[in-house]
Nanobody, 134 residues
């Protein structure tokens, strides 16, 4: 059974840092594109960062460039999202998702790291809440 479990969310003051973890089981990370997405109240779910072993470069949304870093530890089947200089507008539920690299579009990073490319053929975690206070 494929499972993705996020952890590391919490409440932090603006300017602070958090590191989210996405631990996967039931599949091999090397064969999958992994993405971090977030959804704020009343807003659509959006791609934050995606990483894969495909030809598609790592993606960061403009709003997080220079502040967030995605990394993977294939030995642990875990992907991390290091979030620094957090802002109140980063408040959201953060989800990780995985889709086979065979299904991950070979397009620009911005076009590839989108919710429709991870659903319904991919796998999603349950989400972890990140709240940044001002």
């Amino acid at each position: 059974e494929v499972q993705l479990v996020e952890s590391g969310g919490g409440l932090v003051q603006a300017g602070g840092s958090l590191r989210l973890s996405c631990a996967g089981s039931g599949f091999t990370f090397d064969d999958y594109a992994i993405g971090w997405f977030r959804q704020a109240p009343g807003k659509e779910r959006e791609g934050v960062s995606c990483i894969s072993n495909s030809d598609v470069p790592t993606y960061y949304a403009d709003s997080v460039k220079g502040r967030f870093t995605i990394s993977s530890d294939t030995a642990k089947n875990t992907v991390y999202l290091q979030m620094n200089s957090l802002k109140p507008e980063d408040t959201a539920v953060y989800y990780c998702a995985a889709v086979s690299v065979i299904l991950y579009p070979n397009r620009s990073p911005q076009q590839s790291c989108r919710v429709p490319n991870f659903a319904p053929m991919g796998y999603w975690g349950q989400g972890t809440q990140v709240t940044v206070s001002s």
